[in-house]
Nanobody
Framework: VQLQASGGGLVQAGGSLKLSCSAS????????LGWFRQAPGKEREFVAS????????IYADSVKGRFTISRDNAKNTLYLQMDRLKPEDTAVYYC?????????????????WGQGTLVTVSS
């Protein structure tokens, strides 16, 4: 399974970006999907997750109310709409496929990872 994340870039604080993550084959349609991020010098941290039906979602407190995770199983694509971006959102964002069908914030529950896309938010 290969995951391809895209949509990162440079944006001013308060702006928006939408990340996409495409899977190489029909996988993850029965699995939870998630977004994580890693800032320079920091550990990878959970951002958001969505269950396989798309009905259940989990967000990190730091992004709740600003980010929205969604998925299109017919297109094998995961999305992350990021609004009201802050400089502290600057990081490489990774998409991942969980071993389980429900949304989960636990990094160890994910077994396939994309290569990451860089998001830079300027102040």
């Amino acid at each position: 399974v290969q995951l391809q994340a895209s949509g990162g870039g440079l944006v001013q604080a308060g702006g928006s970006l939408k990340l996409s993550c495409s899977a190489s084959r029909r996988t993850g349609s029965n699995n939870g999907l998630g977004w994580f991020r890693q800032a320079p010098g920091k550990e990878r941290e959970f951002v958001a997750s969505i269950g396989w039906k798309g009905a259940s979602t989990i967000y990190a407190d730091s992004v709740k109310g600003r980010f929205t995770i969604s998925r299109d199983n017919a297109k094998n694509t995961l999305y992350l709409q990021m609004d009201r971006l802050k400089p502290e959102d600057t990081a490489v964002y990774y998409c991942a496929v969980s071993r389980y069908p429900t949304a989960t914030s636990r990094l160890e529950n994910y077994h396939y990872w994309g290569q990451g896309t860089l998001v830079t938010v300027s102040s």
